[in-house]
């Protein structure tokens, strides 16, 4: 993968996951629900999910170049 790209990639998988990652903790540490009308542990373990997810796929973007 080139330089730039696997920069420009990972950087934002980081946002990405980073955001989502805090987002739904916020809001689990608020009871409040994550998604409407799903439950509620499965919303919130879908969105850590995703966010993990997506912070390895920055860690292996990054480890690309």
Same mark, same amino acid.
């Given at each position: 993968?080139?330089? %730039?790209?696997?920069?420009? @990639?990972?950087? /934002?998988?980081?946002?990405?996951? %980073?955001?989502?990652? +805090?987002?739904?903790? +916020?809001? +689990?540490?608020?009871?409040?629900?994550?998604?409407? %009308? /799903? =439950?509620?542990?499965?919303?919130? =373990?879908?969105?850590?999910? @995703? #966010?993990? +997810? #997506?912070? #390895?796929?920055?860690t292996w973007c990054f480890t690309q170049f």
């Amino acid at each position: 993968m080139e330089t %730039g790209s696997a920069i420009f @990639a990972g950087t /934002v998988f980081a946002l990405f996951g %980073g955001a989502l990652l +805090v987002w739904a903790a +916020v809001r +689990v540490w608020h009871r409040e629900p994550v998604a409407d %009308g /799903v =439950s509620p542990v499965a919303s919130a =373990s879908l969105a850590t999910v @995703a #966010a993990v +997810v #997506a912070l #390895a796929a920055e860690t292996w973007c990054f480890t690309q170049f």
